[in-house]
T-cell receptor, first 113, second 110 residues
């Protein structure tokens, strides 16, 4: 079972470069979200989606864009990378917010120099 | 978002029960209490959740205080594989934002 798949697992960028973190899930979940985790801290919500074509901002959306053209995919775009965006990024999905069970990917570690 | 307070770290011996506390004094009547854990270099993993009544599943038990201002995650027999950071989270009525605090780092000693 693939579950939630994130690519790439590691990435190094220079300040100002753009890139896209990919997230795909094969569980037909309507709800998907992106979190970032900084060293020694919990996760913070960046953006989320409640279905194809619908996205909304979370706690820390600045510097990131998302789109949801299909149920399966929820890419996260960094428009102009900054050192403050050095972090580990996690994608999660759930069939229903009310069930409470988020399924997370293994994470993408991003370093911005 | 209502906040939770957890100890920074705890230790347990292998094969002994572990009680991980969480305070959430500002919880509202419709907030669900969730527990996730994060093993090293992995994404968080769902453990258990509840609203008012105590809950049991194959991984753990969740004991919720009568006033709901605190809860305790119970691992009945800790194993080395249970060493992780455990997060206590309140899910608000709209559900979209699971607020992960720093959590409790559990060490399990052989």
């Amino acid at each position: 079972n693939a579950g939630v798949t994130q690519t790439p697992k590691f990435q190094v960028l220079k300040t100002g470069q753009s890139m896209t973190l990919q997230c795909a899930q094969d569980m037909n979940h309507e709800y998907m979200s992106w979190y970032r985790q900084d060293p020694g801290m919990g996760l913070r919500l960046i953006h989320y989606s409640v279905g194809a074509g619908i996205t909304d901002q979370g706690e820390v959306p600045n510097g990131y864009n998302v789109s949801r053209s299909t149920t399966e995919d929820f890419p996260l775009r960094l428009l102009s990378a900054a050192p403050s965006q050095t972090s580990v990024y996690f994608c999660a999905s759930t069939p229903d917010w009310n069930t409470g069970e988020l399924f997370f990917g293994e994470g993408s570690r991003l370093t911005v120099l | 978002d209502a906040k939770t307070t957890q100890p920074n770290s705890m230790e347990s011996n292998e094969e002994e029960p572990v009680h991980l506390p969480c305070n959430h004094s500002t919880i509202s009547g419709t907030d669900y209490i969730h527990w996730y854990r994060q093993l090293p270099s992995q994404g968080p993993e769902y453990v258990i959740h509840g609203l008012t009544s105590n809950v049991n599943n194959r991984m753990a038990s969740l004991a919720i205080a009568e006033d709901r201002k605190s809860s305790t995650l119970i691992l009945h027999r800790a194993t080395l594989r249970d060493a992780a950071v455990y997060y206590c989270i309140l899910q608000d009525n709209y559900g979209q934002n699971f607020v992960f605090g720093p959590g409790t780092r559990l060490s399990v000693l052989p």
